[in-house]
């Protein structure tokens, strides 16, 4: 199990930019498909990108395309998703995720997560 820390949530206005950041307290990531999802209020958690072991490939769900792109580093243990040109709906409280499947959690860990406030 490994222990994940997120960080770079904030406050920005709509159109802004914000680089989230995860990384391993405990444990490594380099061998696990890792995610990001994020939760709004009043609504579920819900995936937002993820990016295989190995950083081959990486998936986002239609309405961040364009906008967010994920990364890794396994030298460093970390992740990280660049968001570009954000929208209010964007705001959520974001989650890194250790171990996804296939746009789900399943026996993934989580981290803390970071708030992301986007104004219009």
């Known amino acids: 199990q490994v222990q994940l820390e997120e960080s770079g949530g904030g406050l920005v206005q709509a159109g802004g930019s914000l680089r989230l950041s995860c990384t391993t307290s405990?444990?490594?990531?380099?061998?696990?498909?890792m995610g990001w999802f994020r939760q709004a209020p009043g609504k579920e958690r819900e995936f937002v990108a993820g990016i295989r072991w190995n950083g081959a490939s990486a998936d986002y769900i239609d309405s961040v395309k364009g906008r967010f792109t994920m990364s890794r580093d396994n030298a460093k243990n970390t992740v990280s998703l660049q968001m570009n040109s954000l929208k209010p709906e964007d705001t959520a409280v974001y989650y890194c995720?250790?171990?996804?499947?296939?746009?789900?959690?399943?026996?993934?860990?989580w981290g803390q997560g970071t708030q992301v406030t986007v104004s219009s």
């Open positions: 995720a250790a171990g996804i499947g296939q746009r789900v959690c399943g026996f993934c860990s």
């Open positions: 405990k444990g490594t990531i380099s061998s696990k498909n």
